[in-house]
Nanobody, 124 residues
Framework: QIQLMESGGGLVQPGGSLRLSCAAS????????ITWFRQAPGKEREGISC????????FYHASVKGRFTISRDNAKNTVYLQMNSLKPEDTAVYYC?????????????????WGKGTLVTVSS
């Protein structure tokens, strides 16, 4: 059974950093790409970063490029999202998901499996 579980959220001041984790079970990171999404209050869920399963290529939304870094630890079957220089507008629930493909081409509606999310609040 495929499961995803996020952790690492919390309250952080503007300019601070957090590292989110997405622990996968029921498959390995060599099988499927993982996408990070976020949903801010009153807004739609948006994809912000993705890593392919095949060669580990990474992709970022313009709003987080240069500040966030996606990575993975195959031994732990976990994908990370390192978030630096956080801004109040980064406040959201963060989710990891997979569409059961190897590439980062799927949209939100293509995702088949989601974690329950972890809340990130950026505030002074």
């Amino acid at each position: 059974q495929i499961q995803l579980m996020e952790s690492g959220g919390g309250l952080v001041q503007p300019g601070g950093s957090l590292r989110l984790s997405c622990a996968a079970s029921g498959f390995t990171l060599d099988d499927y790409a993982i996408t990070w999404f976020r949903q801010a209050p009153g807004k739609e869920r948006e994809g912000i970063s993705c890593m392919t399963s095949s060669d580990g290529s990474t992709f970022y939304h313009a709003s987080v490029k240069g500040r966030f870094t996606i990575s993975r630890d195959n031994a732990k079957n976990t994908v990370y999202l390192q978030m630096n220089s956080l801004k109040p507008e980064d406040t959201a629930v963060y989710y990891c998901a997979t569409d059961n493909t190897v590439l980062c081409e799927g949209s939100r509606s293509d995702m088949n499996y989601w974690g329950k999310g972890t809340l990130v609040t950026v505030s002074s």
